[in-house]
DNA sequence: CATGGAATCCAAACCGTTTTGAATGGGGGC
DNA sequence: GCCCCCATTCAAAACGGTTTGGATTCCATG
């Protein structure tokens, strides 16, 4: 059923139908009444493809994720940032476009979303320091918002970032007022933009009371909960082992808990643990009560607040800039406690 | 840049251009040369929404999730499955369609899918037992597989699936083979097909060794690290607790390790824990060597597998049911041993 | 020297919408 | 009764490709 037998059915012109079923106001209200019955007694729906090509509005939205390697770690929050966009696609009748592509393809990918048409903006994901692809985007003309940031992107871009550096500063912070005074970092790959910032921020806080911070402490790597376990370990084998860690995600925390019970410690007693806790559906940090002390911000939250955004950019045609800096709770758990005291005192010594 | 600019900067007309582009026989291969030179100097990208309008296909996949409550899990193999299923269209020139709506909707947006011609195949994520769903994709005529099967459904249809009865008679034949004789089932909610098929191995292993199973060890719930440590805490309490457990999800496993811990006791020597492994690129089992003894079996496969069978029904217009059973393997690591003596004594007396 | 056929190329129709520009009819003002 | 304007409606031209059904050229064949 095409809008032209469905014309034709009623004795109208397809250019009547057009404008009944898009709310036009040059039709009478009465054939718009007709039309509207006629339209779902038929069960029409108008051709996506066919409108696309006469509007110019493909009524779609892209998102570019990085084709990982057989060995290299799938986003985890990938899932569930897009099912918060999804979310606000689906109300405004956009459709959610993803294409997987390796990183050297990355250029071509969105000079052809471009020109074939076939989305009216992009997501960008996991951003690098300095990203290329800011600048690519930019290039070919198309609205777009990043979720995170390009540490020294020259141009200007729209993006939902959390506040990463402030989150790991206050996280670093209350572990230092708790009394720790060594303090690991078990943070992501160090390309990744929002793992840079996490680092600053538990630098800073150190900076701040005075602490000094010990790059030996500080690990990045690819966020598995083997990778946790066996930093943990590791660290807790040496003479110097720290009182406190910080991990930028719960599966890694799920690892440093299990190497300190191994090492016959408790978590929160003899060693404080601190995550960044995405609020994934799949991955809740405990129930009632939280399982881990914990930096929380929903990234399924920054998936819809990324999709109203590039949503508004498109339909207003208002193209500067917009930025939207989300600020991670701080929830206090079992895992974390005033530093033990015989750690403190040989500290102190 | 548009064919017929091409065309007319060419001299040629829009018809030979098309032809030389598309690599059919009528065109001279010197001038197919001249084409296809100009065409990649001026970057021209044939615009995809009115190459679609115009040969009816629209070289795009659709993926239908169902929109998950803010309470219930958003399925957690997704992203491995959908970046498995990307891989193959990004190669075979598809793009893929995500959409996630309600449950209540989903009857609407197949249709949709189909009239508004933005795809052209589905594939179904997530099946429920004697899923509707199939009946209505089968209606509306468009090809489709499902990731899974749907029991008791009456129409034949196209599916991937792993072999989860199988997986998890195998495991359990193992625990039984090692003595353990009260082994408790951590499952999935059993309104999923997967789960019910789990279950049914889980019993079906019991019956073939003549062991009884008893219904006060076999629980379903939301996968998550919580339920695995509140089901296995409370099992372990009991005076008849189990020696071994089996778990749907590493995620569940986790928190069943935990609950083993707290209580004093040790995974593999006091209680043998078995977990079904997705191969989930996010939560791989262990490293070099498992942390958990598993039936494995890679989702991101399956989705390479899905994708690959899907394309095939709609090139070769051949709709005629296909299928493809997955067998997991099955994994030794350190979480599984012998049942303890006192256990098999008390059971034997 | 026609004739037939292969090899190339092209004009025009088509895919299913929206949108432009014009036509039609009825009613109000004079 | 005449004119103008407004409210409706329509025919036709886009949108950017593919595809059908010729045209044209050139060469070999009889």
């Known amino acids: 059923m095409t809008l032209k037998d469905l014309a034709k059915e009623l004795g109208l012109s397809p250019t009547t139908v057009s404008r009944a079923l898009n709310g036009f106001p040059e039709v009478s209200e009465a054939t718009r009444k007709r039309v509207v019955a006629a339209a779902d007694a038929y069960g029409y729906r ?34 569930d940032f897009v099912a918060g ?5 689906a109300k405004a009748g956009y459709d959610m476009l993803i294409s997987i592509v390796a990183e050297a393809e990355q250029a071509r990918a969105y000079e052809e979303f471009k020109h074939k048409g076939s989305v009216d903006g992009i997501i960008v994901h996991a951003p690098r320091m300095g990203d290329p692809r800011i600048n690519l985007i930019t ?8 979720h995170g940031r390009a540490s020294q992107s020259d141009v200007p871009y729209s993006w939902v970032d ?23 970092l078990v943070n992501g790959l160090e390309n990744m933009d929002f793992a840079i910032r996490r680092r600053r921020g538990f ?15 500080k690990f990045s790597g690819e966020m598995t909960e083997q990778f946790g376990h066996d930093t943990t370990r590791a660290l807790l084998a040496r003479p110097d082992a720290p009182t406190a860690i910080i991990s930028s995600s719960m599966i890694p925390g799920i690892g440093i808990r299990r190497a300190i019970r191994e090492a016959g410690l408790e978590m929160g007693r003899d060693v404080s643990v601190i995550i960044h806790d ?19 911000s929903s990234v399924r939250d920054a998936g819809r607040r990324a999709a109203r955004m590039l949503l508004d950019i498109i339909t207003s045609g ?5 930025t939207d800096l989300l600020e991670a709770e701080l929830i206090l758990g ?3 406690g005033p530093a033990p005291v015989a750690a403190r005192m040989t500290d102190i010594s």
């Not at 701040?208 to 911070?213: E, F, I, S």
Request: zero cysteines; hydrophobic letters at 40%; glycine letters at 6%.
């Open 334 to 336: 079992p895992s974390t």
């Open 278 to 296: 995405d609020d994934l559906s799949y991955l809740p940090n405990g129930g009632d009560e939280p399982l881990f002390t914990a930096t929380r």
């Open 203 to 217: 630098e800073a806080a150190h900076e701040a009371r005075g602490v000094p911070h010990d790059d030996s402490l």
């Open 85 to 89: 966009a999804g979310e606000i696609y």
């Open 46 to 79: 108008p051709n996506m493809r066919a409108r696309s090509l006469a509007t110019g509005r493909a009524m779609a939205i892209g998102h570019v994720l990085p084709l990982s390697s057989e060995h290299e770690m799938m986003n985890p929050v990938f899932a």
């Open 162 to 184: 959390m506040n990463n550096q402030r989150a790991f500063q206050r996280a670093t912070t209350h572990l230092l007022d708790l009394g720790h005074r060594r303090i690991a």
């Open 318 to 322: 208002d193209t500067t800039p917009r």
């Open 139 to 146: 290039e070919v003309d198309i609205p777009f918002v990043v």
